[in-house]
């Protein structure tokens, strides 16, 4: 599976963001799909989850009440909308999608940088 993300930017404390990425391959392989982010000096970390069967979304506490995980199976296609950004919210942001066997895929990374 190939992600191809896009729509990270520069947006003053209090505005949104939308993110998009694009899966291709095999794509009937995936199990479960994923946000995940990494600011500077830390660790990657989870930000929001949905399995295949898209009957559960787990966000992270951070987040929760301000960004909302959807997909469009027939685009192939997740998004995840970003309300309310926060400076704490600068990272770079990564889609990820694991495979029924566990293989990982990775997009390439979007900057989103949140100014004060």
């Known amino acids: 599976v190939q992600l191809v993300e896009s729509g990270g930017g520069l947006v003053q404390a209090g505005g949104s963001l939308r993110l998009s990425c694009a899966a291709s391959g095999s794509t009937f392989s995936i199990n479960a799909m994923g946000w995940f982010r990494q600011a500077p000096g830390k660790q990657r970390e989870l930000v929001a989850a949905?399995?295949?069967?898209?009957?559960?979304?787990d966000y992270a506490d951070s987040v929760k009440g301000r960004f909302t995980f959807s997909r469009d199976n027939a685009k192939n296609t997740m998004y995840l909308e970003m309300n309310s950004l926060k400076p704490v919210d600068t990272a770079v942001y990564y889609c990820n999608a694991k495979s029924l066997l566990g293989k990982n895929s990775w997009g390439q990374g979007t900057q989103v940088t949140v100014s004060s």
């Open positions: 949905i399995t295949s069967g898209g009957d559960s979304t």
